[in-house]
């Protein structure tokens, strides 16, 4: 061959001419591109970078595999815990829930104090020091407290925080301030969402906490590490086997571990998130990929028949065709990586208001970048290939000719003689969309998707009004809760319809259990409630009050299908204190419910079973607004209250916490739906233009004004538009209800919701975009040259 | 040059029937043509007589309906699609009325499109400079006259050194002025290079550049003539 060996191809540099030529229309598909590559990137990078930390986190920290608590057993126990097989190392602990007085907060908080060995660091569940100093021997009020408690009350080495430790009053001193892998996810037990102002863990020596405790000798928590391969189940079994006699209150692995499970399944999620939004932004740029790449060859026509007839074959321009699009998703890919890498490293922030590490080191994975680069290119070439092979496959003397006129004929709106006296306009605008019925069809997917994917981003806010409304007004409709340390007696009832303000009392029996049906078990804790409970009350996602029936169990549905039985099946209750009985009961009913695993109970249902009197763990108190801090003030004091939850406060963390998380993602979306939108009409007028200069510059001649041929042009895509939108909102629907269906975990399952409002937001967003890209479009059509696009031969 | 030589082109009872819509277009009723190398031949005829589609077929860019091609030794009615593609990529030079060069590329790049597949070319200067083109080497096809478009073409066509010429109604889109200097690079290469070659045309001025001229209409050839003495393409007019 005779050229330069430095010199691009002829064919290579067509290729860059025409992108270049293309280039707005190039550049609208390219960020449609980066926007569903700068997603997949956000969110798989960021599961990756957690999945990354975590096992780094648990290997150095130690974090146990199987768990258990017990009321006291003796010390000596570990050893023979020790001997279990499959057993590498034991760790016994002291672990007490109190409650704090924490100046500036006005409800009582709580903290769970955790032993410290007298000397080094625990064998498990280390605690990582980030600040301030380990408990100083010979002074057992010392403690290191949890970073975001800390930060939540802008608390450091040196503050001191009141508690009540086994009914007496403590000043405790934060010396240091310390992470755990053990509470990475840090909530109160029984809560269903961290609140970090309410809630702290501190660790602090065993001497002061046994002491406290009267666990001197004993311990009543413990943690153990397996040999790698060992059974977990085994483990578990023997393990509850020992601890029975003192109290057990059932071993658990580390997947069942509140922290790790919750982080477990929001990785899950981030995964699923990470794959099916992309998913949807790469459908839509394979899309007007397709349509603008059908229309530049169709431009192509002579250049196609031309380049055949110099002897190049169809693979051989199949690919040079092919590569435009391969361009544009190239680059489109390289920009989505480097902007995932910057909006990954945001969303990694956004983790530490829920979650906390050592540190999260954000890395956007080669693997990801790369899958990303592959996946772009290859939806890019399915969405060219069909184009590229319609073109390609004309044979070379049919190509020569030029096209035969485009067939139209009168629109069914004026067959119909409906609209006889439409103006010219108007005609025109609906015989052209009749002509290309599949096309306009599939234009007008593609705004439609950009609705679908705004639908769901505002979804999130009616989702997040819709749970609150559930689980707030309807589910929990008492003002505070207040749970005892320990069950009491039925006149623990009176005693809290005397404190100050209270209007009405809801006694709750709470009692910690295993359920097992077959080889399935879970450990948690049977709610026993009043049928006609009117305060706190069992409600499914449906909103539908469940009147709990006089026996049998009442379970969430999820805890249903982890168990593997259904309403009119038996599990066997273990129950987890006291005289430690067993039963068979019956599942009465499983209720749809929005949040964790649940079991309920009728409240003497369950005392029957227990033969027991009106025992009472907690009470739900209705409570006067006027004597709310009053009450708050009474109830810090009382050695009794393990926990105090008040609603409002509940409520309004709430809010604020997933107000952060949300808007960041709420923004993410709205963006990039936006820019969908406005890539799907940008391209869809272009390409309108291009195949309609003729004809208007034609219009132009014969004296047509300018907005009077822009009104042709732009009508098509106005109907266009606004045929989208309903399409748009049921499209969104029903997406949205999948992804929901698909991130239902055992954390929560939220119930799809979107309302009018949000309807309209995501329809003024649309209209915008499709605005904004008329009027760019409209500019370029005022350029339009008379003379040469009429002397041009098409 | 002299037509005595093996021909290049044997084609037997050619019939081509298009289905346009409802209708079916005949276009070619059984022709018969042969072509020597070297030899120039004008084929003549009004539209619609079935020029352009004998020469798409000897061109290897249609196949007929029946009858027989054959070029050398390859039979072209029996070829696939692959072996068109490598017919025409080393034997055939095409040269079309609206010149189809490709906007993107400069002159140079257009001639280089054919030089970088073709087996042994000249360089895209050679060729555009046996058309006078080789100062407008890094033109845009937009940057230069009808002719020189043509000529570019030209330049495209001959570059691989092919056998066979084929130029559709080659100077249609041109004026006398620029369609004589057009004809006259077309006769340069038939003579310097010995390309056989074929130029359909409906104008009857150009007849007397051919050693032989066939008239077609409605699908058959009505005459063949031969021309005792050709003529230079700088003394035509029309």
Redesign the interface.
């Known amino acids: ?3 330069p060996p430095f010199r691009l ?3 290579t ?2 290729l860059l ?2 992108v270049w ?1 293309m280039k707005s229309q190039a550049l609208a598909i390219a960020v449609v591109v980066a926007a569903g590559v700068t997603m997949f990137v956000t969110y798989l990078s960021n599961f990756d970078s957690l999945v990354r930390t975590l096992s780094q986190y648990y290997e150095r920290q130690q974090f146990a595999d199987v768990f258990a608590g017990a009321t006291r057993a003796p010390a000596p126990l570990a050893a023979r815990i020790g001997a279990i097989p499959g057993v590498v190392t034991v760790d016994t602990r002291v672990v007490a829930d109190v409650t704090l007085d924490v100046t500036g907060l006005d409800e009582p908080a709580n903290a769970r104090l955790i032993s410290l060995p007298a000397a080094g660091a625990p064998a498990l569940n280390r605690v990582l020091l980030r600040r301030g100093a380990w408990p100083d021997p010979s002074r057992p009020d010392d403690v290191v407290a949890s970073e975001v408690f800390c930060e939540a009350h802008g608390f450091g080495p040196g503050d001191r925080v009141a508690a009540v430790l086994n009914g007496r009053r403590r000043e405790l001193t934060i010396v240091g301030v310390g992470i755990s892998p053990e509470y990475v996810y840090s909530i109160r037990p029984g809560d269903l969402f961290p609140d970090n102002r309410r809630f702290g863990v501190f660790w602090m020596q065993r001497a002061a906490l046994a002491a406290a405790f009267d666990m001197e000798g004993g311990f009543n928590d413990v943690s153990l590490q397996l040999a790698a391969g060992a059974s977990s189940d085994d483990v578990v079994a023997r393990l509850d086997r020992l601890l029975e006699p003192y109290g057990g209150r059932g071993a658990y692995t580390r997947a069942l571990q509140v922290s790790a499970w919750t982080l477990e399944n929001e990785l899950t999620q981030l995964r699923m998130f990470g794959l099916v939004t992309p998913a949807i932004f790469l459908s839509v740029a394979a899309f007007i990929l397709h349509i603008a790449l059908t229309r530049a060859l169709a431009l192509q026509r ?2 196609i ?10 693979g051989a321009l199949a690919w040079h065709y092919v590569q435009w699009a391969l361009v544009i998703a190239a680059a489109g890919a390289l920009a989505g990586i480097a902007g995932g890498a910057w909006l990954g490293a945001r969303m990694a922030e956004l983790y530490n208001v829920f979650f906390r590490f050592p540190m999260l080191d954000y890395r956007v994975s080669t693997g990801v970048a790369l899958w990303s680069l592959a996946g772009s290119l290859s939806v890019a070439a399915a969405g060219a290939l069909a184009a590229v092979r319609r073109a390609v496959s004309v ?3 049919d190509a ?1 000719r030029p096209d035969a006129p485009a067939r139209y004929r009168l629109s069914l709106v004026e067959r119909l003689g409906v609209a006889r006296r439409l103006p010219q306009a108007a005609r025109m605008v609906l015989r052209t969309l009749e002509r290309q019925p599949v096309r306009a069809l599939l234009s007008m997917l593609g705004i439609a998707a950009a609705g679908a994917v705004l639908v769901i981003g505002l979804s999130f806010i009616d989702v997040m009004d819709v749970l609150i409304d559930e689980q707030f007004v309807q589910a929990m409709r008492q003002d505070v809760t207040v749970t005892f340390v320990g069950p009491r007696s039925a006149d623990a009832v009176q005693a809290a319809a005397r404190l100050p303000g209270v209007i009405a009392v809801e006694p709750q029996r709470i009692v910690p259990v295993r359920l097992r049906a077959g080889a399935h078990h879970r450990t948690l804790a049977i709610t026993g409630l009043m049928p006609d409970a009117s305060l706190q009350r069992v409600v499914a996602r449906s909103g539908a009050v469940v009147t709990l029936p006089p026996a049998g169990l009442v379970l969430s549905k999820v805890l249903g299908e982890v168990l593997g039985v259904a309403a009119g099946g038996t599990v066997r209750v273990e129950v987890l204190e006291g005289a430690r009985p067993v039963f068979d009961v019956p599942v009465a009913a499983l209720v749809d419910d929005s949040m964790g695993v649940q079991a309920y109970m009728a409240r003497d249902a369950l005392h029957a079973l227990l033969h027991e009197g009106r025992t009472v763990s907690s009470t739900a108190l209705m409570v006067d607004p006027a004597a709310i801090d009053r009450l708050s003030l009474t109830l810090k004091a009382l050695p009794a209250v393990a926990g105090v939850a008040v609603r409002e406060a509940t409520l309004r963390n709430f809010r604020q916490t997933m107000a952060e998380h949300m808007n960041l993602i709420i923004a993410f979306n709205v963006g990039f739906a936006a820019i969908i939108a406005f890539g799907v009409v940008y391209n869809a007028a272009r390409v309108s233009l291009s195949e309609r200069s003729r004809e208007l510059a034609s219009l132009r001649v014969l004296g047509f004004t300018r907005d009077e041929i822009g009104r042709i042009l732009l009508g098509e895509l106005a109907v266009l538009t606004v045929l989208s939108l309903p399409v748009g909102a049921v499209l969104g629907y029903g997406l949205g209800r999948f992804i929901m269906t698909i991130f239902n975990n055992e954390v929560y399952r939220l119930p799809f919701a979107i309302t009018a409002q949000s309807i309209a937001w995501s329809w003024l967003t649309v209209v915008s975009a499709a605005a904004l890209s008329s009027v760019a479009v409209r500019r370029r059509l005022d350029g339009l040259d008379l003379v040469a696009v009429l002397k041009s ?1 098409e | 040059m002299s037509t005595s030589s093996a021909p290049v082109f044997v084609a037997r009872d050619l019939t081509k029937v298009y289905t346009m819509g409802d209708v079916q277009v005949h276009a070619l009723r059984g022709v018969d043509f042969d072509l020597s190398a070297g030899e120039f031949v004008v084929l003549l005829g009004p539209s619609g007589s079935g020029k352009s589609t004998l020469l798409n077929i000897l061109g290897g860019l249609d196949v007929p309906t029946s009858g027989s091609v054959i070029y050398r030794d390859h039979d072209l009615t029996a070829a696939g699609e692959a072996a068109l593609t490598e017919y025409r990529r080393d034997h055939v030079g095409f040269v079309f009325q609206f010149y189809n060069l490709i906007p993107s590329l400069t002159a140079r790049e257009n001639v280089a499109l054919v030089t970088e597949i073709a087996a042994s070319p000249m360089t895209p200067e050679e060729a555009l400079g046996l058309v006078e083109l080789g100062d407008r080497l890094d033109h845009f096809p937009a940057q230069l006259s009808g002719g020189e478009q043509q000529r570019v073409a030209i330049a495209r066509a001959i570059a691989k050194r092919p056998e066979v010429l084929l130029c559709d109604e080659p100077t249609g889109a041109l004026d006398i002025t620029t369609g004589v200097v057009v004809l006259d690079a077309l006769t340069h290469v038939n003579r310097t290079l010995g390309t056989a070659t074929v130029v359909i045309t409906h104008n009857a001025a150009i007849a007397g550049l051919a050693d032989r001229v066939i008239r077609l209409a409605d699908g058959r050839v009505v005459s063949i003539a031969h021309n005792a003495r050709k003529v230079e393409a700088r003394s035509l007019s029309w």
């Open positions: 061959m005779v050229r191809r002829a064919l540099r067509k001419r025409d030529e002579g250049q028949a031309a380049l055949k007839a110099l002897g190049y074959g169809n044979p070379p003397a020569m031969r």
